[in-house]
């Protein structure tokens, strides 16, 4: 009878183990997913942003560098470090390119 509880006590404790090892992995195979899909969708929208746009983050930050209007929208939108905006109301060198909109 004596080996019958320890044999019941350590089958309990062993199912209470596999089931907080089930949940843990579940949790860890819940966030991996999740992060995944969060860098496919980023993937995916840099490679759209390529596709549609003829211009790219090249390390140009001032409006002296720029073309256009559209490319100081593009780069005030896209990369980092810009330093378009003087105004801080979202168009970009309005002096040089963007000052009739």
Sequence with gaps: MRNFVIALV???IAWEGWGAY????????????SESSE????????????ERSPYQCDGRTHCSE???????EFFLANCPGVKMDG???GVPCEKQWCGDR
């Design 10 to 12: 350590i089958g309990v």
């Design 22 to 33: 089930q949940a843990r992995t579940a949790d860890a195979e819940r966030l991996y997913d």
């Design 39 to 50: 860098i496919a969708q980023l993937l995916d929208q840099e490679a759209a942003s390529d």
């Design 66 to 72: 720029m073309t256009s209007c559209e490319e100081a």
């Design 87 to 89: 105004g801080g109301d």
